[in-house]
């Protein structure tokens, strides 16, 4: 591969990841503006045109009135109201649909052209795969909130932003990778302290997103808005009251997952802070030390955002930035896992070094 198609295929990768940064925020504000029901059927196709004229409206605010949502939460919605929701998820839908359009085009074209070789082109495929995959997941998860519920099951929602994270950690991976020429897996590395903490620190943050996901989808955000405390208590008496099961509690409980995502903040605040003193006793690069202090302070500040989110109930701004930056972790964080799996410890290699000169192997 030349290195001018080499940089094209870069660059597709890397705006790939920019949309679907935007669309798991969009997805973030459709939910917030209770949008992301207003849609009631799923059309890959003629979706892509919106109602024409007051019959075509009328028509779609009818469906709308039938779900769940149209009967118990908005029934005295005007049709004008509905148009702005829809609008809304509609914008959503055609984001995704143009997404999609930037993934499969530029990649048939490079298996046409013979710049991406077919024997090497798995990962490729699986990100456009994924991609369509992705839409599935979203009507399966809106689908969940049209029959009796007027609310998506919290389950389907996190599932889909979980998927949106592994494509996103996907396509930046294989982006990084065409960077810095295809580098192997450095084996010194394996089983070092750095190693397997940079591993634990994306694990460790991943529970907080899913938790987020799970906040998101019960609405447990308005639980509380006072901190520390909930209902002027360290642990709510209500914590474990919903379920008989323990374990339900903390899944499926609105207080139960807000109390869980909100103290699981402080386990990835001292990942971050171990990982941060591991890192700089080793001599790697200066991209991976400040990558590593950017991560430290991301968490920081996602923590203020978080406490903020609590303390104004949810206003859209403040629950936007703190999925943003939850975003901007995540993406930091995969990137300090590439860059220590794929790059030897400075001592370890210069061990290694020596310990084959003086066996003479």
């Known amino acids: 591969m030349s290195e001018q198609d080499n940089k094209k295929i870069i660059r597709w990768l890397l705006i790939v990841v920019g949309l679907i940064m935007i669309m798991v925020l969009f997805g973030g504000y459709v939910r917030l503006t209770r949008s992301g029901l207003s849609i009631v059927e799923w059309n890959p196709i003629s979706g892509v045109i919106p109602p024409i004229g007051e019959a075509a409206w009328e028509a779609e605010f009818a469906k709308y009135q039938q779900t769940p949502e149209g009967r118990l939460v908005n029934y005295n919605m005007t049709l004008d109201s509905y148009k702005r929701i829809f609008y809304v998820e509609y914008l ?62 919290h389950f389907r929602l996190t599932i889909h932003l979980l998927m949106a994270l592994f494509l996103l950690a996907l396509t930046m991976w294989t982006a990084l990778r065409h960077r810095h020429g295809f580098p192997k897996v450095i084996k010194e590395g394996r089983g070092s302290l750095p190693y397997v903490l940079s591993a634990l ?148 290699v210069v061990a290694r070094s020596t310990a084959v000169a003086q066996t003479g192997d």
């Open 92 to 153: 959503h839908r055609l984001i995704a649909r143009f997404a999609g359009l930037i993934v499969v085009i530029p990649l048939f074209y490079y298996l046409y052209k013979g710049i991406i070789p077919w024997r090497k082109s798995f990962v490729y495929l699986s990100i456009g795969a994924l991609f369509g995959f992705q839409g599935f997941l979203g009507w399966y998860m809106v689908s969940s909130g049209l029959v009796e519920n007027p609310a998506v099951d």
């Open 201 to 348: 620190v994306l694990v460790v943050l991943v529970i907080q997103i899913t938790y987020g996901g799970f906040v998101a989808g019960l609405k447990a955000g308005w639980i509380s808005n006072t901190w520390p405390l909930m209902g002027g208590r360290w642990i709510p008496n209500t914590l474990f009251a919903q379920f008989d099961a323990w374990w339900q509690n903390l899944i499926s409980a609105p207080v139960g997952v807000h109390f869980v995502h909100r103290w699981f903040a402080f386990v990835v605040l001292g990942a971050a802070v171990w990982l941060y003193f591991i890192t700089k006793r080793h001599t790697y690069s200066a991209n991976v030390h400040k990558a590593v202090v950017y991560f430290l302070w991301l968490v920081a500040v996602q923590i203020v955002l978080g406490v903020s989110t609590i303390w104004f109930s949810v206003p859209i701004f403040l629950a936007l930035s703190h999925q943003a930056v939850g975003l901007l972790l995540f993406v930091v964080a995969v990137y300090i896992r590439y860059e220590i799996v794929h790059t030897p410890i400075p001592e370890q």
